[in-house]
């Protein structure tokens, strides 16, 4: 992987600017019937960085995207995109607002071509009326996939079907990309490769909020870092002081 240490490039102007945050979550509370798996989550992030929320299976990090991206309504709190409140904004309208959520596990739509996977993302009005300068940066930016166009997402290998679905994500033309998971069930080499195009994706000024386990790949990438646990955030930080954090090393990285 080509990066191995926390972003600088953001995080002196958006960690403690007068900016207004692009996204803000405030006291968030949501529920799976009668199972509660938010706890008034309180975060922010700024435009044009990345955020990683770190934390063990079940922590409450893929409730909190779907809530971000209107898949699921908060019982309470509130969800701001560029100052609005968008907290009862169905996935739809977030989609054409420009949130784009990748979900975890892929989810491409195997019996359908890679072509036609990625026409799918720019299913807005706003991203159809330059659907065919996007189809061209995602091939600039993901060459493997445009020797693959034509061939069913289904027979792709893991990594090529996570790009995409990150590349599917951008052809909705997002300010706000959330990405979960994104190296699940790939093999390391992979994984440096998709968190490399990661990277790349953040040249282009589309601001991200990452899903991650893998706790050293998700934070080396990132500017910030909130660390969720059962369902409440138990540190915020830059990235490069959770990653030298005594109990985060322990916790997660087995240190």
């Known amino acids: 992987m080509s990066t191995t240490t926390p972003n600088p490039a953001n995080t002196g102007t958006a960690v403690g600017s007068a900016a207004t945050p692009l996204l803000q979550v405030d006291g968030v509370t949501a529920f799976y019937r009668d199972l509660q798996a938010l706890f008034g989550i309180t975060l922010k992030v700024m435009p044009g960085e990345i955020v990683a929320l770190i934390g063990a299976n079940g922590a409450g990090k893929t409730t909190l995207l779907r809530v971000i991206s209107g898949v699921k309504q908060a019982a309470a709190g509130s969800v701001k995109f560029e100052g609005a409140d968008v907290s009862r904004v169905p996935a739809h309208k977030m989609v054409a607002r420009g949130v784009s959520h990748v979900p975890e596990g892929r989810q491409v739509f195997p019996f359908l071509t ?43 290998s893991g990594g090529e079907q996570q790009m995409v679905a990150i590349a599917r994500g951008l052809m909705a033309k997002p300010k706000l990309l959330l990405l979960d998971e994104p190296s699940l069930g ?32 998700g934070l080396s990438i990132a500017d910030r870092g909130y660390v969720i646990q059962t369902g409440t955030v138990l540190l915020e930080d830059t990235s490069s002081n959770l990653l030298k954090n005594e109990m985060v090393r322990a916790a997660y990285l087995g240190l």
């Not at 009326?129 to 996939?145: D, N, V, Y």
């Not at 034509?150 to 792709?156: H, S, V």
């Not at 990661?198 to 893998?214: A, F, H, P, W, Y």
């Open 186 to 217: 790939l093999a390391p080499k992979i994984v440096d490769e998709v968190f490399d195009k990661i990277q790349s994706v953040r040249q282009t000024g589309i601001t991200m909020m990452i899903v991650e386990q893998n706790v050293v790949s």
């Open 114 to 156: 890679v072509r036609e996977n990625l026409s799918l993302g720019a299913y807005t009005s706003r991203a159809r009326a330059t659907m065919k300068q996007s189809m061209e940066e995602q091939l600039a930016l993901f060459p493997r996939l445009g020797e693959r166009m034509n061939q069913l997402a289904g027979t792709l």
